[in-house]
């Protein structure tokens, strides 16, 4: 069974850090690209990073230059690494996997297969 685990998620002030990290199961890991959304209440889900299976990053332009998206392919662990964090950036945090290449639209939750539960990231202001 397909699994992806999530865990980092917490409360941190502006201007903090967190990381976030997927860990996949049950799946042939090398063969899927991964993507982080996130959903704050009463809003739309957001992708904010995705990795091809080349290991090349893309990702939100909200996000970029502080968030890094990184994976660990003994683990099969996906990490979400989130720095200069903003009370914006308040939401609940969803890893992804799927077949098809970043280019053909990583930003659309239509894009991927497998989800984790989610983790909630808190920042204050």
């Known amino acids: 069974e397909e699994q992806l685990v999530e865990s980092g998620g917490g409360s941190v002030e502006s201007g903090g850090s967190l990381r976030l990290s997927c860990a996949a199961s049950g799946l042939f890991y090398s063969r899927y690209v991964w993507g982080w959304f996130r959903q704050a209440p009463g809003k739309e889900p957001e992708g904010v990073a995705a990795?091809?299976?080349?290991?090349?990053?893309a990702y939100a332009e909200s996000v970029k230059g502080r968030f890094t998206i990184s994976q660990d392919k003994t683990d099969q662990t996906v990490y979400l690494q989130m720095d200069r964090l903003q009370p914006e950036d308040t939401a609940t945090y969803y890893c992804?996997?799927?077949?098809?290449?970043?280019?053909?639209?990583?930003?659309?939750?239509?894009?991927?297969?497998?989800w984790g539960q989610g983790a909630q990231v808190t920042v204050s202001s």
């Open positions: 992804a996997a799927g077949y098809r290449p970043c280019y053909l639209g990583w930003t659309s939750v239509s894009h991927f297969t497998y």
């Open positions: 990795m091809d299976t080349d290991g090349i990053p």
